[in-house]
């Protein structure tokens, strides 16, 4: 079993990364292999929506670093979607991914991710679920048309700089026992 984390922050060892590292360290303690991708230092250009992917029978053909992505998804038994939450949704980075998934919405393409088990890693300022709820029903109405299977979510709101997820020691548990959840 392998976990896949994609770190959708542009802020390197920021609430998001950590909240991920828990997760894959419970991970890797309950016996899964664990790997992480920082979608930061990848260079990813936005879906073109020419439909290409969709008439051939051809991977993406945009010139980017995409190719390592699906790699580690296809590797993946488990996929761990980390992102803060930016104006109600996730970063461009993160997005920029999700598009790119089309590929996999072709009749040859649904079985390669179809039946992965995946959780979801948010981090934010605000007080409280509003803030929340629009990324999360994306990612569950995304999750159920691509057939990805629901594993967890771990939420840390209330957190702006960095390092404020620090003082949450019981959300950083949670993302922990989540991942450990994975090896049972
Ligand atoms: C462009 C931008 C948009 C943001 N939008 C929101 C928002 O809509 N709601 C919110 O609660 N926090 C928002 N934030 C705050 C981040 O979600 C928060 O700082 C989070 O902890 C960042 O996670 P990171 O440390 O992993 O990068 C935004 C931050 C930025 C830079």
Redesign the pocket.
Known sequence: MRLVALLG???RG??????AEHMLRGAGEAGLETESLALRSLRLRPCLGCEKCWRDDRPCLLPDDMDQVYDAILRADCLLFA??????GP?TLLKTVWDRLVVFNRPQGRPLLAGKSALVAI????EGPD??EPLLRMFELSFAYLGLLWAGSVI??G????V??LAKPEVLEEAYRLGMSLGV
């Open positions: 922050s542009p802020r920021g609430n998001t990364d950590t909240l992102t803060p939450v930016y104006w109600y970063t981090a934010y300022e605000e803030a929340v840390a709101d957190v702006g700089p960095a404020a997820i």
